[in-house]
């Protein structure tokens, strides 16, 4: 029962991780891609990566928190550029194809020699080294604080402060994405969903609309791999096509086309596999399951079931938790 319980704690202490918030971070930018324009986006860790990577080489080199996370912002915002320009106007497969090769770019672009002097190469940027520009931000007084079972540093990696500063990034571009989604900037993106021929004949511009959703979700995107990285490293390999796939499922599970579907899905998401790779650890130490699964492949059969929870979603329910299936209705283009 005591390992239950521990075991239970550690999961539900994952709805307000900081992890748990960029991935929500990422789903949000995704869900502008996908869910309100129908653009398939399959390279949502290409744009966090780059965010992480311009938010610490901008640290790293004297400048200020604040001016990092513009550069990280703007990163993937000429990231988003570099990719919608080309490819906009071709069908929405061929902009998968793109966004998963330029994703596969930015990780190889980190982990090569020629640029090791700001990225790192393959071992990436250390947090202690642009960390402390955003600690000393921290308002909260030296020590630790406990609410309830959950007891954490106030400020550091692993802090309060960290969770409260990922989760108001959080409801503030909740509250952005809101408003612009029920603008008429927003029913123009829907439509286009819907039918862009439609919204053509209409005589609005469905590319220069398509960019520029294209380039705010990166941008969002981009917020979430800074919020990744500020509790840990920056680390390419950390980032990459199975980035993408958890954030593809965290949305796929909150419902697309909703505005708290990525941020639930995310919550939902990172406490149910936290449970099932701790328990399927205890249960290989302390039972005869050990004899058949070790503690060595908890982490490749939780991918595997994260696997399969995506395929049964996309296949039984794929509005997801909060989604409205008539949202999903649509042609990919």
């Known amino acids: 029962m005591e390992e ?9 202490g994952e709805l307000l ?48 928190f604040w001016l990092g996370l513009l550069v990280a912002i703007a990163a993937g915002v000429l990231f988003g550029l570099l990719l919608g320009l080309p490819t906009l106007q071709l069908r929405g497969d061929y902009l998968a194809i ?8 930015i990780r190889w672009f980190g982990r090569s020699t020629i640029w ?10 250390q947090g202690r080294d642009y960390k402390d520009a955003f600690q000393t931000l921290s308002p ?3 020590g630790r604080f406990a609410l309830g079972p959950f007891e954490y540093i106030n400020t550091g990696s692993d802090s309060w402060w960290t969770r409260i500063f990922a989760w108001g990034v959080v409801a503030l571009v909740l509250l952005f994405v809101w408003l ?38 990166g941008a969002i995107g981009a917020l979430g791999g800074v919020v990744f990285a500020l509790p840990s490293a920056i680390a390419p390999d950390s980032m990459g096509r199975t980035m993408t796939f958890f954030v593809w499922t965290v949305l796929l599970l909150g419902g697309a086309a909703t505005v ?6 995310s919550m939902i998401f990172f406490a149910a596999y936290m449970f099932m ?57």
Request: aromatic share 8%; glycine share 14%; hydrophobic share 45%.
């Open 260 to 265: 708290f579907g990525p941020v639930l899905g």
């Open 4 to 12: 239950f319980l521990r075991i239970l704690t550690q999961s539900v």
């Open 180 to 217: 612009i989604t029920r603008s008429p900037w927003g029913r123009v993106l829907k439509g286009i969903r819907e039918d862009e021929d439609a919204v053509r004949a209409l005589g609005k511009n469905v590319y220069s609309y398509k960019l520029q959703a294209l380039v705010i979700g």
């Open 140 to 142: 909260l007084p030296e």
């Open 17 to 64: 991780a900081p992890a748990t918030a960029a991935y929500a971070l990422a789903a949000i930018g995704l869900n502008l891609h996908f869910g309100y324009t129908g653009l398939l986006n399959m390279g949502q860790a290409g744009f966090m990566l780059l965010g992480a990577y311009g938010f610490g080489i901008t640290v790293i080199a004297g400048g200020p």
């Open 116 to 125: 090791q002097e700001w990225t790192g190469g393959a071992s990436g940027l």
């Open 277 to 333: 790779r701790t328990g399927m650890r205890a249960l290989a130490e302390n039972t005869p399951v050990g004899e058949v699964i070790s503690t060595t492949n908890v982490e490749q059969i939780g991918g595997m079931l994260v696997g399969i929870t995506l395929m049964v979603l996309v296949i039984f329910r794929p509005q997801g938790i909060l989604g409205n299936k008539k949202e999903l209705a649509f042609n990919v283009r």
């Open 98 to 105: 793109v966004t998963i090769s330029a994703a596969e770019i």
